[in-house]
């Protein structure tokens, strides 16, 4: 995907990347060696990127050596920001570079820039090189396959108990192949959009911009499994491999191991030591631990109240199975530590129960991304322990830079502390790995709407519901958008559509109420605070809701009096609380500054 100080700026956005973004990096490079430091380098990895986006290339400093005007410009066209103000080849970048090579007289480069001499005579030779790389990689025959979609097993028997476990092979194939490092393996939320028997794999091949598409049909009877694989060229349609195993249910994770190794040999793909024991650390040798786990992560994914409190009971299954299973762990944490989100329980009850989970899979294995994303949003959500989140989603990507999850929840760390635009590129780094994930892309709205940048997020969410018009999660964000236009109808329908669909789930009344006050209607807003009091008689719900209606009715004492509760409460609303505009009015409070205090927001 390419290293943080030498991506281009259409990496970063996660476009395609040509011959003009190689130049680029090049021109990181040449920055480099001339000036002893890197051009954008941050304190972290997503600051870098941001820098990349946002901050002119600097000047040469040239370390005390007097640097040639002519190749301070060639430096500087390396590093445009528009690719179409670069050089246009690599070629191009060696001609000029060489035309500096003649000025590198005693005049123009003093005795004391030996150093900076010998630059200017090897920059035009890595030029070169790489100028024949790129004839080389655009007309070499029979490209090798670099790129590859798992779509999901077909569940032949159409037994929909067996639908977890179709799901489960293709991701753990998914999970396994995308730890080697020369494979670009599609996301899962992408390459499941492709699911049914009558799929064309050739097709979604295409449509995912792969060079190879992996298929398979699962079957189960009486105990015994009946698994037909096929990995398959896109751009001819031939066939590389194709196998069929027939085994004892109970030996489903050799089986996995032996599709793996067989996938990855026909791929020439190498896995390192390192490699093979990290897969092995995050297996288990109990086969109905792993079929348990592969049943949580089926409801996980599904995301809604319903099913995480289900995956809640799978993963605790398989741990009962397993105690040291550190995945089954990481998965309990996982849903644990988006209760807070859905309002399934009280947050002091399930935010210590993710982090205890969170310690345990890390206790097991430290080098679990998952884990360590999981433990950086309890920090975050629960804790309100900003740096120790921020370490923990940092080490996630670190351990594992194709985690879509880890970008995510960091992004929203940064956005609570008011680091707006680098959340906004940590966000798009997740799109971009998984391009298809309904939540990463509604909260890329959300996200931007806390920046302020309201039609922006408009356009945004509107996208992510035209792949499910039913996802409640991004209705809400939506019309707190439409809400800061002052379009209030349109709000009020849209937090009206997120609470049909939720099926009870009272996420959004506090919002929905909030809008029904800023736009006059106070009776309406009143009467949705009668509503939450007596919805909290039969189920969890936030104080944050209550105190955000208060916001909007202009009932300064009453907002801070739920607010306080809703802080007792390690509600998760309360970590945007330095950036939601529907507190504004409240900003000069002293008490609403003393609570941004006592969460850790403000100095």
């Given at each position: 995907m390419g290293t943080a100080g030498y991506m281009s700026p259409e990496q970063v956005r996660g476009e395609r990347a040509d011959v003009a973004s190689d130049i680029f990096s090049f021109g990181c490079v040449l920055y480099e060696m001339l000036a002893r430091r890197r051009a954008f380098a941050r304190e972290t990895a997503v600051q870098t990127m941001a820098a990349i986006l946002e901050v002119e290339s600097p000047d040469l400093p040239g370390s005390g050596e007097q640097i040639p005007a002519e190749l301070e410009r060639v430096v500087t066209h390396c590093l445009e920001k528009n690719p179409r103000q670069r050089?246009?080849?690599?070629?191009?970048l060696a001609f000029a570079l060489r035309a500096v090579q003649g000025l590198g007289s005693a005049e123009?480069?003093?005795?004391?820039?030996?150093r900076l001499r010998r630059v200017v005579w090897m920059a035009p030779a890595l030029a070169a090189v790489l100028a024949g790389a790129s004839v080389y990689?655009?007309?070499?025959?029979g490209q090798a396959i670099d790129s590859l979609a798992v779509l999901p097993f077909v569940n032949a028997g159409a037994d929909p108990n067996m639908e977890y476990l179709s799901d489960g092979i293709a991701e753990n194939l998914i999970n396994?192949?995308?730890?080697?490092?020369?494979?670009?393996?599609?996301?899962?939320s992408l390459a499941f959009r492709y699911r049914g028997p009558q799929v064309d794999p050739q097709k979604a091949g295409r449509d995912l911009h792969v060079r190879a598409v992996l298929t398979g049909r699962v079957t189960e009877r009486d105990g015994t499994l009946n698994i037909?694989?096929?990995?398959?060229?896109?751009?001819?349609?031939?066939?590389?491999?194709?196998?069929?195993?027939?085994?004892?249910?109970?030996?489903?994770?050799?089986?996995?191991?032996?599709?793996?190794?067989?996938?990855?040999?026909?791929?020439?793909?190498?896995?390192?030591?390192?490699?093979q024991k990290q897969l092995a650390r995050r297996s288990t040798e109990n086969t109905e631990a792993y079929h348990l786990y592969l049943k949580g992560r089926y409801y996980w994914n599904r995301r809604t109240e319903e099913s995480l409190k289900r995956a809640v009971?799978?993963?605790?299954?398989?741990?009962?199975?397993?105690?040291?299973?550190?995945?089954?762990?990481?998965?309990?944490?996982?849903?644990?530590?988006?209760?807070n989100s859905y309002q399934v329980e009280l947050p002091r009850e399930s935010g210590p129960k993710a982090k205890a989970a969170a310690e345990k899979a890390l206790e097991i294995d430290n080098?679990?991304?998952?884990?360590?994303?999981?433990?950086?949003?309890?920090?975050?959500?629960?804790?309100?322990?900003?740096?120790?989140a921020e370490r923990e989603f940092q080490?996630?990507?670190?351990?594992?830079?194709?985690?879509?999850?880890?970008?995510?929840?960091?992004?929203?760390?940064?956005?609570?502390?008011?680091?707006?635009e680098q959340a906004i590129v940590s966000l798009k780094r997740a799109q971009e790995l998984d391009p298809l994930s309904l939540i990463i892309s509604a909260d890329v709205g959300l996200q931007l709407h806390f920046a302020r940048r309201y039609d922006e997020a408009i356009e945004q969410v509107r996208k992510a519901l035209e792949m499910d018009p039913n996802f409640a999660a991004g209705h809400r964000p939506l019309g707190m958008a439409y809400e800061q236009k002052a379009m209030y109808q349109e709000a009020i329908a849209e937090f009206q559509k997120a609470l049909a669909v939720s099926r009870g789930n009272p996420f959004a009344l506090g919002s929905l109420g909030h809008a029904y006050a800023v736009s006059g209607n106070r009776e309406q807003a009143r009467q949705t605070l009668s509503d939450l009091r007596e919805l909290s008689k039969r189920r969890y719900v936030s104080p944050f809701d209550s105190a955000v209606i208060y916001a909007g009715l202009g009932d300064k004492e009453r907002a801070l009096e739920w607010l306080e509760k809703a802080f007792d409460d390690r509600s998760l609303e309360m970590i945007f609380l330095k950036v939601d505009p529907r507190f504004d009015s409240l900003h000069a409070d002293p008490r609403f500054a003393g609570l941004l205090r006592r969460m850790g927001l403000t100095t």
């Open positions: 050089f246009q080849s690599a070629q191009d123009a480069l003093p005795g004391k820039a030996q990689w655009l007309n070499r025959p396994s192949l995308s730890q080697f490092p020369t494979l670009r393996v599609t996301a899962r037909q694989a096929e990995l398959m060229k896109v751009d001819d349609g031939a066939q590389l491999w194709g196998a069929q195993y027939i085994r004892r249910s109970s030996e489903i994770l050799a089986l996995q191991q032996e599709m793996d190794r067989a996938v990855s040999g026909k791929l020439h793909l190498t896995p390192t030591v390192e490699h009971e799978y993963f605790q299954q398989a741990i009962d199975k397993d105690p040291a299973y550190a995945l089954a762990y990481a998965g309990l944490a996982d849903c644990y530590a988006v209760y080098t679990l991304a998952e884990a360590h994303a999981s433990l950086g949003m309890t920090l975050m959500g629960y804790a309100w322990d900003w740096a120790g080490r996630a990507i670190e351990l594992d830079p194709n985690y879509a999850t880890a970008h995510h929840w960091y992004a929203i760390l940064l956005s609570a502390t008011g680091r707006s």
